[in-house]
């Protein structure tokens, strides 16, 4: 069974970084666009960032300039690099394999002002 685990959340001051990082077991890694999504307390879940599996990256608006996503198939890892981070950025981060319903269990990220 494919599972995703996320790690790499925790408490940072705004202006900080904070590298999340989401191992997908399976085959089904290298052949799929992976995403991050968040959200926020009292809001919906929403888009954060996507690469397909050629490695095209696209971002929100809200995160563009700011995050990074990449990824390692020879990990089955994707990573999601967030700098400068602001206090609305504030959230549960998941990740996800587009295409299928899986996603990860979540890992919080509190950015303190």
């Known amino acids: 069974q494919v599972q995703l685990v996320e790690s790499g959340g925790g408490l940072v001051q705004a202006g900080g970084s904070l590298r999340l990082s989401c191992a997908a077991s399976?085959?089904?890694?290298?052949?799929?666009?992976m995403g991050w999504y968040r959200q926020a307390p009292g809001n919906e879940r929403e888009w954060v960032a996507t690469?397909?599996?050629?490695?095209?990256?696209y971002y929100a608006d809200s995160v563009e300039g700011r995050f990074t996503i990449s990824r390692d198939n020879t990990k089955n890892t994707v990573y999601l690099q967030m700098n400068t981070l602001k206090v609305d950025d504030t959230a549960v981060y998941y990740c996800t394999v587009f295409d299928t319903a899986l996603w990860g269990q979540g890992t919080q990220v509190t950015v303190s002002s």
């Open positions: 690469i397909t599996k050629s490695g095209s990256t």
């Open positions: 399976g085959s089904i890694f290298s052949g799929n666009s």
